[in-house]
């Protein structure tokens, strides 16, 4: 096993090479850089068997790019606390387009609405968890751990639907969701639509503060390089595809994201950023 302290594309390509690595995991966005870097460098994929993919939001069109340039992606969805507790096959990633995937065979995994309730398919609510891949608590944080913990099942604050077939979709991350003019509104969801921009490399919203609607939504865009956008393009995106409740009132442009190491957005970062900047 070969664990890197942050991503290193360079770093990344000489150990594929150096140890023939043959299984890799990694967020959207190490995927979208691999795919970005110089042909002699790609032909390192040649070793990789297993690619797994998860942590960030993924359409179906970055999984048929990715699928392009050679990585036969399975969709996973876990978390520290859990473990992996979803995944989607390969061909279950290419036949059920945005699908999590099913729950593995060695834990419990549920959708239950606010009362707790299992959720009928098509329904959204939040994942519960419980078995053998579940933590035991948090590290001296009794609080916190009977907030998340309760009945015996692991409450992860992610919010999803189930289909017909037992597959799940994810919504978003509870404590994303804000709520504008009274309607609930899903960042995941925005950030899907606005993906489809043919000048937006990446996408945040977060919801923030106004004084009229309780919350709107703000945009945080880094367009593709050499693109010309405007704020009055990325929310024009919006018509037709989004009610209005829903569109970013205000867009601002960045050249990166704060990350983790993992390569995830902090979105509590960027939304503290705009609280320091509209300070009255």
């Not at 967020?27 to 690619?51: D, G, I, Q």
């Not at 978390?79 to 999590?100: C, F, H, M, N, Y």
């Amino acid at each position: 096993m070969v664990i890197h302290p942050k991503f290193d594309r360079n770093i990344v390509f000489e150990d594929i090479r150096k140890y023939r690595v043959t299984k890799f995991l990694g967020v959207p966005t190490v995927y979208k850089s691999l795919v970005e870097a110089e042909p002699e460098n790609r032909a390192a994929f040649s070793s990789l068997k297993v690619c797994a993919i998860g942590g960030e939001k993924l359409t179906p069109e970055l999984m048929a790019q990715f699928k392009d340039a050679g990585f036969s992606l399975r969709q996973i969805m876990g978390q520290t606390e859990t473990s992996i507790l979803l995944w989607a096959s390969e061909q279950d990633a290419v036949r059920k387009p945005g699908s999590l995937g099913r729950p593995v065979f060695h834990a419990e995994v549920r959708i239950v609405g606010q009362q707790g309730r299992p959720c009928k398919p098509g329904q959204v609510g939040e994942i519960i968890v419980r078995g053998s891949i579940m933590m035991t608590e948090y590290w001296q944080d009794p609080v916190k751990t009977e907030e998340t913990i309760r009945g015996g099942w692991l409450h992860t604050g992610d919010l999803a639907r189930m289909d017909e077939d037992g597959y799940f979709y994810l919504i978003d991350r509870a404590k994303d969701i804000y709520i504008s003019g009274g309607e609930n509104v899903y960042p995941a969801e925005i950030e899907r639509v606005l993906l489809g921009h043919p000048t937006i490399e990446e996408i945040a919203i977060v919801g923030v503060p106004d004084e009229t609607w309780g919350e709107v939504g703000y945009a945080f865009v880094i367009p593709k390089p050499g693109a010309y956008l405007t704020p009055e393009d990325v929310i024009g995106f919006c018509d037709g595809k989004l009610a209005r409740y829903k569109w970013p009132k205000q867009v601002f442009f960045r050249g990166d994201f704060p990350r983790t190491a993992l390569g995830k957005v902090r979105k509590n970062i960027l939304k503290q950023e705009y609280l320091e900047r509209n300070k009255e």
